[in-house]
């Protein structure tokens, strides 16, 4: 597994893969926001925490469908699918791979960005802890979508109807971290259930994902 996870790693950085890819449309979004919003810095702060989180969840969207579409294309898949190691076990490789490709990078870029957008400062810290909590939950739910349509071609747009449904609890929970940050009031209801919300995706969706690829690779 850990071999899976490494090759995918390699693979991100050498042939683009979403690796970069995601950090930059978060840095865009961020950047632009101020000149399409104006210069309030109070509106800024205000809408921040929600703006970022919304950013990330769309900048997470990005690679999912190359989660396995490579793999299905030059037969990789296949062999995957005959190794001794389990198809949940693939499937958590690959959500970790994506995690580690995407969710890691946004979580740690988005303290620095949140000063373009005046986030207040106590606000950074839970904004990161959010991401960091959060973004594993939209890698999984991302790797359950792409097994979905692993077996369509241009499933991409399929993949984001699929899964944005999905995503609605994690936004709500981790964007509500980082505003009550943000206001000093107490974060930990919100980011408990937000670990919750990341710890029942673990649980329970490589076993859905590796289901939905057994049926594909029928």
Not at 151 to 176: C, E, H
Request: hydrophobic share 60%; aromatic share 6%.
């Amino acid at each position: 597994m850990i071999r899976l996870v490494a090759r995918d790693l390699a693979l991100a950085v050498r042939a683009g893969g979403g690796f970069g890819l995601g950090l930059a449309f978060f840095l865009v979004v961020t950047v632009l926001v101020p000149f399409g919003v104006g210069p309030d810095t109070a509106r800024l702060g205000a809408i921040a925490p929600g703006l970022l989180w919304i950013a990330a969840l769309l900048a997470c969207l990005l690679s999912l469908d190359r989660i396995f579409a490579l793999d299905r294309e030059d037969g990789a898949l296949d062999l995957l699918a005959t190794a001794p190691l389990p198809m949940e076990g693939i499937a958590l490789a690959k959500a970790a791979a994506h995690w580690l490709t995407t969710g890691l990078p946004l979580s740690l870029a988005a303290a620095p960005l949140g000063v373009l957008l005046n986030l207040a400062w106590p606000g950074h810290l839970w904004l990161a802890a959010s991401l960091l909590a959060g973004t594993p939950a939209l890698s999984l739910i991302g790797t359950f979508g792409a097994a979905l349509t692993v077996g369509l071609r241009r499933g991409g747009l399929l993949i984001s109807l699929l899964v944005l449904p999905l995503y609605i609890p994690t936004l709500v929970f981790g964007a509500d971290v980082a505003r009550r940050g943000a206001e000093g009031l107490d974060p930990t209801t919100p980011l408990a259930l937000l670990a919750a919300v990341t710890l029942g995706c673990l649980a329970g969706l490589p076993f859905a994902a590796a289901a939905a690829l057994r049926v594909s690779l029928r």
